[in-house]
């Protein structure tokens, strides 16, 4: 299979830093997305990366080790509004969608 | 650009019934994919289409399942007849042939089938 691995929950408080992991299948791999989802709406995109190394795109950045088969998500000075699930997206041929990590900020 | 378009937002329909889903993807995109949502599987991809030809529809529970795509701006995902199971979100979503910008994914279509 080509399994996608997340934690199912995280908890910060607002301003804080949450670094979301995201472990996959290497082999075929092409592309590792990420994507977030509030309630009830549909995911939106916020990173590709496709070469090792960090990706930073204002407050949110995302690392990808290809020979590691892992990848993170940081996002930083966190916001309420960023209370969301973020689904960790691989790409083998087709993008394929992890279960998604339900990031929860108190104030 | 009103991004990709899908009808109707909500359906609820009883068992047995058949229901078909809409999608029209941005102008210009030649990928488009139908994606099911549920809170027991996750995102699931059913099809997807490239210059509208589907290209890979293993994702397809079951024979009850059917999509199209005659032209460009326009696909559907019909279900006949429909069971309890069905019941879920069922977006679209379509992408430009290089994957820099991800997929856009339209709104959704919240299912019900009673």
């Known amino acids: 299979g080509q399994n996608i691995d997340q934690p199912t929950e995280m908890t910060a408080t607002e301003g804080a830093i949450v670094q979301i992991n995201c472990t996959y299948q290497?082999?075929?791999?092409?592309?590792l997305f990420w994507y977030q989802q509030h309630a009830g709406e549909a995911p939106t995109f916020l990173s590709y990366n496709v070469l090792d190394g960090l990706e930073e795109k204002g407050r949110f950045s995302s690392f990808l080790s290809r020979s590691k088969g892992y990848s993170y998500l940081l996002l930083k000075e966190l916001q309420m509004k960023d209370s969301a699930s973020y689904l960790c997206?691989?790409?083998?041929?087709?993008?394929?969608f992890g279960a998604g990590t339900q990031v929860v900020v108190t104030p | 650009d009103a991004g990709v378009i899908q009808s109707p937002r909500h359906e609820v329909t009883e068992m047995g019934q058949e229901v078909t889903l809409r999608c029209k993807p941005i102008s210009g995109h030649d990928y488009l994919f139908w994606y099911r949502q549920t809170m027991m599987r996750g995102l699931e991809l059913l099809i997807y289409?490239?210059?509208?030809?589907?290209?890979?529809d293993s994702g397809m529970p079951e024979d009850r399942f059917s999509a199209k795509m005659p032209n460009a701006s326009f696909s559907t995902l019909k279900i006949q007849p429909s069971e309890p199971r069905d019941s879920a979100v069922y977006f679209c979503?379509?992408?430009?042939?290089?994957?820099?910008?991800?997929?856009?994914f339209g709104s959704g279509t919240r299912l019900t089938v009673v």
């Open positions: 289409f490239n210059n509208n030809v589907p290209i890979d």
């Open positions: 997206a691989a790409r083998w041929g087709k993008l394929q």
């Open positions: 290497t082999s075929g791999f092409n592309g």
């Open positions: 979503a379509s992408s430009a042939g290089g994957a820099r910008y991800g997929y856009t």
